[in-house]
């Protein structure tokens, strides 16, 4: 199923870890423009968040607001080594003995000296915070693909209609310009003998006159390609990621409409022409919005 590329979700993401709001709004854009800059106490997820929305969103423009409403996860470590305590402590008690000193021995004391209490960052604790950050991401992207998804279901719906009218159109320049070498040759016999009154046709003259012109304004070969770009541009309307793509087909469909253009020696082929010109605007301008 095609996506577009505007839509809007978000998540509301609390833990024991943390709590916070995610929200993700997109819109058109050539290319995937992400904007996105995290709180300062989660700063070190950045990385990893832009390669999920990467992952999952191809096109557009994005842009990502988070609140941190309150945060409880603790990333150090606290360890006490008895070793160096113990011998700080044996090294107090020979001073003590040493200059007969009454004042007891606090844990404070041994507590202060450096060695004894150390302090290290747990990478655990930002695994797993990241991992929360992650999920309350992973919600607000399903919440926006899902409004993606409608207005692209609404949007192939519209171009299908419209695709359905353009095929319409090229049937009819089918039709009308199978009859025109015959209509030519009408008019061209006519105009001789209104001219010409007392002179003997030439048929064979006639004839390869005729043959020119339906050479000339035939569209057998456009109206075949045609034909192929709209069943490619069907095949295609609902695939994921299919905008660019559906983009290129348009332009072939234009090209062929602007030969058709050029050969045109019937005012209702021009008309024809018109209305597919239209339609092929139309239909850019829906798949525009499309990733």
């Known amino acids: 199923m095609a996506y577009s590329m505007t839509g809007y979700g978000k998540s509301l993401y609390e833990n024991q870890l943390i709590s916070m709001r995610v929200e993700i709004k997109s819109i058109n854009s050539k290319f995937l423009d992400l904007n996105l800059r995290l709180p300062k106490n989660i700063s070190f997820a950045e990385e990893k968040v832009r390669n999920l929305l990467r992952s999952r969103i191809t096109r557009g423009k994005i842009d990502c607001y988070v609140t941190v409403h309150d945060m409880h996860a603790s990333f150090t470590d606290i360890k006490f080594d008895e070793k160096v305590a113990d011998a700080y402590f044996g090294f107090l008690k020979s001073i003590k003995r040493r200059y007969n000193l009454i004042a007891g021995i606090t844990p404070v004391q041994i507590a202060s000296f450096p060695g004894v209490i150390n302090t290290t960052e747990s990478d655990e604790d930002y695994d797993k915070l990241t991992d929360c950050i992650l999920e309350a991401f992973n919600v607000a992207i399903d919440n926006i693909l899902v409004a993606k998804k409608k ?109 058709i253009a050029s050969k045109a020696n019937s005012l209702d082929v021009i008309n024809n022409v018109l209305e597919m010109k239209c339609i092929i605007e139309k239909i850019r301008e829906q798949i525009q919005n499309l990733e």
């Open 151 to 259: 207005e692209g279901e609404i949007l192939c719906a519209d171009c299908e209609l419209k695709l359905k009218e353009f095929e319409n159109l090229v049937n009819n320049i089918q039709k009308v310009s199978a009859d025109l070498p015959a209509q030519y040759k009408q008019k061209l016999e006519k105009r001789i003998a209104e001219l010409l009154e007392d002179v003997k046709t030439d048929e064979t003259r006639i004839a390869q006159e005729v043959a020119f012109f339906a050479d000339r304004c035939c569209v057998d070969e456009e109206i075949t390609r045609l034909r192929s770009h709209i069943k490619q541009f069907a095949n295609n309307l609902h695939n994921e990621t299919s905008g660019k793509k559906l983009d290129f087909v348009l332009q072939e469909m234009l090209r062929e409409t602007n030969t």
